[in-house]
């Protein structure tokens, strides 16, 4: 719970801050799981009160989390009087990536805890770790035996990266989602939309430390209410994050021409081939579970969460031999772009909402870093929770853009329901928000415009030509060499 | 009339161009500047005939010489009004400073300095050969070797003003027929000294074969007309991808690309630099111009100091020591050498910033003033952005062997500094076999002999020019017929 310093100059609000309380610790039982209440709240009663939760949380998270004290010091930052003014406190997304990457190599796991345990408010160290032998077996540890259930991810640039998510986090978020997902906006919950179990699709794995593994089990959670029964995918084994962190390095070697120089132990490097193997057969898996729960589960209530090819290529091949109108109509499908530099068909959503029986397929933005997913509504925006405060920062100066009119900036969020870390980042993502747009959904929460960019595609000069080498200079630097004489 | 605005003209064979002008520029917050309309003038880019090399060859090398040590003082910028309005515009688009770009016009004159170019020339392809035929006796037949001008396309880098004018005095030399396509971050420089060279002297050949020009790189309409085997034999383009990646679609027989990669450079240093007080603080002087020189925009400045001297805490404590020093050393560096950069890049900003969160592995020094940073590993790890160094931020990083270092030496590595001389010979020859192509006393990257010899690993002043071949048989070969004919041994 909060600790309650004295106040500061101003006196203090304690309705406003009981109710930021609410929604910082259960936000969705707060608002009786009501997806059209929580996205048609007052935007100024919404920003007093995430004001309060800012401050509650900073008081309380600078006590526990290390990082976040030496960044509050280091801005003498101890009270803030307005959202803005948090902006100097939000963690850049590098920070969870910012160990030596030789001590992953070295397997030095007690030594990663360490620096884990000044990102989150648990204390992975505690955890011995001494015998274990890959990230697999580290992270489970970890999450066996604290509250904490690592998020891990891969960079291709050959670094990995380890979110300190709690158990509590994940659930949170799947709740998010299913809240958010199963109900129509403008409706109010349905009894089923709340209790029923939901069969759970994931055509991906059952189990892993990367969101895309550990979903699958918070899904059967939250959706299937914890029955097996419900839950299905397609991958009964545990995505790898050895395996994904090789991969990664591989590639990144691969694209500086020396796949020698990569220094993995041996008994991973032994594994490369499975891994690529079950890659290669992924796809066709993948589809092959998705046409057996067409035939198992014709016209139940199901939740998918896939990537919109994978789903686009199962309805196609659907509508080809004639069917359609497999799933009940209340099913929810959230695909996903996924697939990078794999452009998506002009008919995706056309064919998949005939061929699932679904009104639309729904898209969302969010990211392992936060528990909230913002949901595209019916006018192709990503309506953000109320309990997530948006930033747009200038490029340039990294300061927060006007809360109005319409900007464009790096996006960053503060998200008070964070359990073990600290709640505000900064991402690498290039967003659009017009503040003082009233969407024509009828949701009167902030919302995203659709096109998000990735900030580091979108910077890079004219034709200014320098001698000095970056990692695009370089890429594009093999795409010529691997285009000569081809 | 309104306001001046910035001008990069085209200067055609000893002609001009002001008019047609079309604005260029102006994204994410660079000045936009005017320039001649380049499809308006696409034809008068290139050279029309190969037939017209000829007047290059009605003049000798010192003629060359000559022209090129006028056009020198002429260089001088308190008497070169092209220069002053060319640097004044400079300041918006350079990626360095007043002070830095001031030093680098200062110092243009003395390039042309006739003894310097001479020695350039004879070191690189040596000057007998680009003056007539060097003949020998081989295989029963004289050979002789010339080295004659090529038709050239010039796609230069903008991260220093001197490259446009090393490209002139490249071209001049070879007798080369040369067009520069100037850079958006450098698009005035080259005009002027064109403009210098038309004014001194409009007839001369040397003028009449420089074709100085802007368009935007990737220009494909304009491009697919000029780069062509029949208008162009070479193109040499530096560093950035964006106008070398379209390059590429026109290479085909008949034009060969001699491509100046993009590059970086890095630094090794013995377990001596850590050992003394008076070691550290020298070590620390070399270390801050090998990096901080030019604000280090170039490729030769150092990005990744590798020590070798361990990872031990108590060797990591001199190393924080050492890092403090480099940091004080750029800090002393004269404003005409460094100064605190232009714009840092918030990017790299961030990431120094969020490193020094993570103070149990890195130390930070400086860098919260835009001015630059030292950032001290702790572990042999380097950052995980160090592919993004730049700005004046330098990673010294500890390390057991000289293994671990050369690992990290590679095809993009172009200059190593080295320090002490006893790592000289081995660091050499073991950095070669790595990739790396350049190798100086660790402090004197910037304070060599300048771009004299090969460049990058690669010989571009001899790949300029077109190598050529003339034969004659010696008194008393058998020819192909007759009653030798048969006994004739033909061999490649």
């Known amino acids: ?486 | 009339m309104m306001a001046k605005r910035p001008i990069s003209y085209a200067v055609l064979r000893g002609k001009v161009i002001e008019t047609d002008l079309i604005e260029f520029g102006g994204r994410g917050g660079d000045i936009s500047f005017l320039a001649p309309d380049p499809h308006k003038i696409a034809d008068q880019i290139p050279l029309a005939s190969p037939r017209l090399m000829e007047d290059l060859y009605s003049i000798s090398f010192d003629q060359i010489l000559d022209y090129l040590a006028e056009l020198g003082p002429r260089l001088e910028l308190g008497r070169n009004p092209y220069l002053q309005e060319a640097l004044e515009y400079s300041y918006d688009t350079a990626p360095t400073t007043k002070p830095i770009m001031d030093a680098f016009y200062h110092d243009l004159p003395f390039m042309f300095d006739k003894e310097r170019i001479r020695k350039m020339v004879d070191f690189n392809i040596g000057i007998d050969h680009l003056e007539g035929w060097v003949e020998q006796q081989l295989n029963g037949s004289t050979v002789g070797i010339r080295a004659y001008g090529s038709r050239q396309l010039h796609i230069v880098a903008g991260n220093g003003p001197v490259l446009g004018a090393l490209t002139v005095i490249r071209g001049a030399v070879t007798r080369g027929d040369m067009i520069v396509k100037v850079p958006s971050n450098d698009p005035f420089t080259t005009g002027a000294i064109a403009r210098t060279m038309v004014d001194m002297a409009p007839d001369h050949p040397v003028t009449k074969h420089l074709a100085v020009a802007y368009w935007r790189g990737g220009d494909e309409a304009l491009e697919s007309k000029i780069y062509q085997p029949h208008n162009i034999e070479k193109i040499c383009a530096w560093g950035g991808f964006a106008s070398v990646k379209h390059v590429t679609k026109y290479i085909q027989p008949g034009i060969e690309l001699i491509s100046l990669d993009p590059k970086r450079s890095a630094s090794i240093v013995g377990k001596e630099a850590i050992e003394s007080e008076e070691a550290m603080d020298d070590v620390a002087n070399r270390i801050a111009a090998d990096f901080a020189t030019g604000n280090q925009v170039a490729c030769s400045a150092s990005r990744l100091v590798y020590v070798m001297c361990g990872t031990e805490d108590e060797d990591i404590e001199k190393l924080k020591q050492l890092g403090q020093k480099t940091y004080d050393a750029m800090l002393r560096l004269p404003e005409v050498i460094s100064t605190k950069p232009k714009r840092y890049d918030p990017d790299l900003k961030r990431q120094v910033d969020t490193l020094r969160l993570n103070d149990d592995f890195y130390t930070v020094v400086g860098g919260r003033d835009d001015e630059g940073a030292v950032l001290v590993s702790h572990t042999s790890d380097r950052v995980d952005f160090w592919e993004y160094l730049a700005d004046r931020t330098i990673n010294i990083i500890p390390v057991d062997t000289l293994d671990e270092v050369l690992d990290v030496v590679d095809a993009y590595t172009q200059t190593v500094g080295i320090w002490p001389e006893s790592l000289w010979d081995t660091v050499r020859h073991k950095g070669a076999l790595h990739g790396g192509q350049r190798f100086v006393e660790l402090g004197y990257g910037f304070n060599g002999a300048g771009l004299v010899g090969p460049q990058d690993g690669i010989e571009p002043m001899r790949r300029i020019v077109k190598w050529i071949v003339s034969e004659k048989p010696l008194p008393g070969r058998p020819p192909l017929w007759g009653d030798s004919a048969k006994d004739v041994k033909m061999l490649a």
């Open chain 1, 1 to 486: 719970m909060a600790t309650t310093a004295p106040p500061q100059g101003a006196s203090r609000d304690t309705t406003i801050e009981r109710e930021a309380e609410r929604w910082m610790n259960d936000p969705y039982e707060h608002f009786g799981y009501h997806n059209t209440r929580i996205h048609t709240l007052p935007r100024e009663e919404v920003e007093a009160v995430q004001l309060a939760a800012m401050n509650l949380r900073l008081q309380e998270r600078r006590e526990q989390v290390q990082m976040l004290a030496k960044l509050a010091d280091g801005q003498g930052i101890s009270q803030i009087s307005s959202l803005d003014e948090m902006a100097p406190l939000l963690m850049p997304h590098d920070i969870y990536k910012s160990y030596p990457v030789s001590l992953l190599a070295k397997q030095q796991f007690a030594k990663l805890n360490s620096w884990l345990t000044k990102l989150t408010r648990y204390s992975p160290e505690d955890v011995d770790v001494s015998q274990c032998d890959s990230i697999d077996s580290w992270l489970t540890k970890v999450r066996d035996e604290t509250p904490l259930d690592v998020g891990a991810s891969s960079g291709s640039s050959g670094t990995c990266s380890f979110y300190p998510k709690s158990k509590r986090d994940y659930r949170l978020s799947m709740t998010g989602m299913r809240v958010q997902l199963a109900q129509k906006f403008g409706e109010d919950p349905k009894p089923g939309d709340l209790e029923d179990k939901i069969h759970a699709i994931i055509p991906l794995y059952k189990d892993g430390h990367a969101s895309m593994g550990a979903f699958g089990k918070y899904s059967c959670e939250i959706f299937a209410k914890g029955d097996p029964d419900y839950w299905h995918y397609c991958f009964d084994f545990k995505l790898s994050s050895d395996l994904m962190w090789l991969a990664a390095r591989l590639r990144a070697a691969a694209a500086k021409g020396d796949v020698s120089k990569v220094d993995v132990p041996p008994s991973l490097l032994a594994r490369r081939e499975e891994w690529e193997q079950s890659q290669k057969d992924m796809p066709n898996q993948q589809l092959a579970f998705v046409n057996r729960m067409i035939k198992e589960l014709q016209g139940q209530r199901v939740f998918v969460m896939s990537t919109s090819n994978l789903l686009y290529a199962a309805a196609k091949r659907g509508l080809d031999e004639g069917l359609s109108g497999v799933f009940a109509p209340d099913s929810v499908f959230m695909g996903g772009g996924g697939a990078k530099g794999v452009p998506l068909p002009d008919d995706l959503e056309e064919v998949i909402e005939k061929f699932f029986n679904t009104k639309r397929m729904i898209s969302s933005y969010g990211m392992t870093e936060m528990n909230s997913f913002s949901v595209l509504c019916d006018h192709d925006r990503y309506h953000v929770l109320p309990w997530v405060t948006v930033f747009l920062l200038d490029l340039e100066t990294g300061q927060p853009l006007p809360r109005k009119g319409e900007q464009t900036g790096r996006a960053a969020f503060f998200d008070m329901t964070a359990d073990s870390c600290w709640g505000g980042l900064i991402t690498g993502d290039l967003v659009t928000v017009n503040w003082d747009h009233q969407c024509e959904c009828g949701r009167t929460s902030l919302a995203l415009e659709k096109k998000i960019n990735r900030v580091s595609e979108v910077q890079g000069g004219d034709d200014k030509i320098s001698c000095a080498a970056t990692p695009q200079a370089q890429a594009e630097a093999m795409d010529f060499l691997t285009g000569f004489g081809g």
